[in-house]
């Protein structure tokens, strides 16, 4: 029997492999019996070696079998055995943590004769109903608009979903989370984003810059959210430039500067694409264009776009 998990939403197939091993072992609690073969190292023949030796139990077998969309021959020669893989008591679960190349023949000899499920990017909708089922389990409740705000901050990174709920779950102890909650435990994405954003900027591609500019506002993110992302980006730059003219050693900047060393990293190179005259004019220019937005002098969409242009 051949059974086919994939989908770029690794962390639910992930959890899905897990449950059929678990769902295994307290059937044969042995274990002798399970084995992993990653076709990037094994051949096909050790894999189908593995099938062909006999248990000293009376044992199924259970095969993960990973990567194997990594190697043409291993491809080739697992489609033209497997209609005999198919009839075999043994159970192979071909994993793949990713969306294989559906054109390849394997992908669609797998969809013909082994039980398939895709694990594709979870909707908003569907995130939201496994949010609300992981915080149950672990007794917490959530409001619905602080619920809304986690998952406009996750979007559709079910790790990072996973990660946050058990922050969340371990913050308020079997209590009820509020919308302040998630506002101050976490992070949303779109700040990596908006990060890329900056790089463009200062490698002065602004055609770039405006092209990711552009995605989050086609995703319906809110343009003065934009803006105060984009501020709080130049806003570490200025402080990071700070103990750089100060000639103080990298390894301190974080620890003074009360930054996280992460985004000391990822900033840290960008400043030497500015001066600190340059970050100081960017930065009264975001807040320019911040109060010419709230007080309806511009659309907001157009001063984001003149402010990139200016930058």
């Keep these: 029997m051949i059974y086919f998990i994939y989908g770029e939403d690794s962390y639910r197939s992930k959890k899905k492999l897990e449950e059929m091993i678990l769902g295994y072992k ?18 096909f023949n050790d894999f189908y070696g593995n099938l062909k030796i006999n248990s000293m139990f009376t044992e199924k077998k259970l095969i993960v079998l990973k990567n194997i969309f990594s190697d043409k021959k291993f491809q080739e020669d697992f489609s033209k055995n497997i209609k005999d ?4 008591k043994d159970i192979v679960v071909v994993y793949e943590d990713e969306n294989p190349d559906q054109r390849v ?18 909707s908003p909708a569907i995130l939201k109903k496994w949010a609300m089922e992981e915080f149950e389990k672990n007794k917490v409740k959530i409001s ?9 901050f996750v979007g559709g990174d079910s790790w990072k979903m996973a990660s946050e709920i058990n922050k969340l779950s371990d913050y308020r102890m079997g209590s009820s989370i509020k919308r302040e909650d998630v506002e101050m435990l976490v992070k949303p994405s779109i700040e990596n984003d908006i990060f890329k954003t900056i790089d463009a900027l200062a490698s002065k591609n602004k055609k770039q810059a405006l092209f990711l500019l ?9 343009p003065l959210y934009l803006l105060s992302m984009i501020a709080y980006q130049f806003k570490n730059l200025l402080i990071i430039k700070e103990f750089q003219e100060a000639r103080q050693p990298y390894g301190l900047i974080a620890k003074k500067s009360g930054l996280h060393p992460f985004v000391v990293q ?9 001066s600190m005259g340059q970050l100081k004019k960017i930065y009264q220019k975001i807040f320019q264009v911040d109060s010419d937005i709230k007080t309806g ?15």
């Design 85 to 88: 893989l198919e009839n075999i």
């Design 144 to 152: 619905p608009d602080a619920l809304d705000l986690m998952v406009s």
């Design 26 to 43: 307290k059937i044969h609690q042995s274990g002798l019996n399970l084995v992993y073969i990653d076709a990037g190292e094994k051949d």
């Design 105 to 122: 023949k394997l992908f669609k000899d797998l969809q013909k004769c082994a039980k398939c499920q895709e694990f594709s990017r979870p």
């Design 297 to 311: 002098k511009i659309e907001p969409e157009l001063a984001l776009d003149l402010l990139l242009a200016e930058i």
């Design 266 to 274: 990822k900033s840290f190179y960008l400043c030497n694409q500015f």
């Design 214 to 222: 552009h995605k989050h506002l086609e995703n319906g993110d809110n």
